[in-house]
């Protein structure tokens, strides 16, 4: 079974509108940790934002937020007034107990002007 | 600071030729790691290194061989290789110390197997 499924292969939004991108997980360890990183077409990796299962608030830097629905293991990610320089791939990942990361596919974002 | 390096960006490899991949960390982290990335698809863990001395196997780590140099390098050498491994290799490295384990990534090595 797949440990992390982002259901949406592509999105397509209006400048300056907020987006979701879905993240679901599957883990029976207690203690993990839920990343977001995004990759312009450059190819770069670039890390946007971190959850810890046992953080009581969701995370936020700066326009990305991450909605964290524990019980229903989820963990999408938000982006508020979106730009285009949002235009990328966006990869969920997981780090379990061996510090390994398990990725998803990917959602690929294309912000409209 | 130049966080993660890797060398070289873009290599072409006929069947069977050798190469090796460099990486290099100046963050003094503990942890460092190879992926490869195929199209349309996430990164995969070929083998990782959580300290000086010490390498596992991840995922995909068949036609693969790895040295942990010292604490700053981590080499990546395909010993015979094949048009499968054709791929975007990434090099990531991480502290441990912290909680969050957070991985931070070299630009990329794109690899073409012919």
């Known amino acids: 079974a797949q440990k992390i499924t982002q259901t949406q292969p592509g999105m397509f939004v209006q400048e300056k509108e907020a987006v979701t991108l879905d993240c679901t997980y599957d883990?029976?360890?207690?203690?993990?940790?839920l990343f977001w990183y995004k990759q312009p077409s450059s190819g770069e990796m670039i890390f946007l934002i971190y959850?810890?299962?046992?953080d009581q608030q969701n995370a936020t830097e700066g326009r990305y937020s991450l909605n964290f629905q524990k019980a229903r293991k989820s963990a999408n990610l938000v982006i508020s007034a979106s730009q285009l320089g949002d235009s990328a791939m966006y990869f969920c990942a997981m780090r379990e107990f061996n510090y390994q990361l398990i990725w998803g596919a990917g959602t690929k974002l294309i912000i409209k002007p | 600071n130049a966080g993660v390096t890797q060398t070289p960006k873009f290599q072409v490899l006929k069947t069977g030729q050798s190469m090796t991949l460099q990486c290099a960390q100046d963050m003094n982290h503990n942890s460092m790691y190879w992926y490869r990335q195929d199209p349309g698809m996430g990164l995969r863990l070929i083998y990782y290194?959580?300290?000086?001395?010490?390498?596992d196997k991840g995922e995909v780590p068949n036609g693969y061989n790895v040295s942990r140099l010292n604490k700053r390098e981590f080499s990546l050498r395909l010993e015979s290789a094949a048009p499968s491994q054709t791929s975007v290799y990434f090099c990531?490295?991480?502290?441990?110390?912290?909680?969050?384990?957070?991985?931070?990534f070299g630009p990329g090595t794109r690899l073409l197997v012919l």
């Open positions: 990531a490295s991480s502290d441990p110390a912290g909680s969050r384990e957070t991985q931070y």
């Open positions: 883990t029976s360890d207690p203690s993990y940790g």
């Open positions: 290194s959580a300290s000086e001395g010490t390498t």
């Open positions: 959850q810890g299962s046992y």
